[in-house]
């Protein structure tokens, strides 16, 4: 119950502008990270049309959430968790999960400077992995970092 009672705290600080440090995998998130410029927003793009709500405008983006480090130079991705035992070694996306945490911006912060929801929380919704992974390969944004560098950055990330 204690965990349970530290997790709703961290969520309320989360709200009020606080940064949160997740484990990835779990019942959360797994993370794909890719560089950011042209190529990533153009998979961005695609994933909005590809997650678009139906009777939803069509200007509002509807990709899942994304976070976007200008510093690193990274886009990443929040994607379902699991993602990292079925990810494959790719040259465009690196995937991690357990047992690795990720530190969340605060819900608010969406702009530079440091990290901040280029695509923002909404619900239960995630990027999918599938269609991600399909649009990597079509656009290729480059370069990314390998899996041991990042998982030393990524409970940094804040």
Not at 15 to 35: E, S
Not at 128 to 157: A, K, N
Request: net charge negative; charged share 20%; hydrophobic share 35%.
């Amino acid at each position: 119950m204690h965990d349970l009672a530290a997790r709703v705290r961290n969520l309320m600080d989360l709200h009020r502008g606080a940064p949160l440090k997740l484990p990835l995998g779990g019942r959360f998130f797994d993370i794909v990270v890719t560089a950011n410029g042209p190529e990533a927003y153009a998979v961005m793009s695609l994933l909005d049309e590809v997650q678009h709500v139906p009777g939803r405008r069509s200007d509002v983006p509807s990709c899942g959430p994304v976070i976007e480090d200008h510093e690193r130079g990274w886009l990443i991705w929040l994607v379902p968790p699991g993602t990292h035992a079925v990810w494959e070694p790719h040259r465009y996306g690196t995937c991690l999960g357990a047992p690795y945490e990720l530190a969340l911006p605060a819900m608010t912060q969406t702009e530079p400077p440091g990290p901040y929801w280029l695509r923002p929380c909404r619900g239960d919704r995630l990027v999918p992995h599938h269609p991600l992974r399909d649009f990597l390969d079509r656009f290729q944004p480059g370069p990314i970092p390998h899996e041991e560098l990042l998982g030393r950055f990524v409970s940094s990330i804040s």
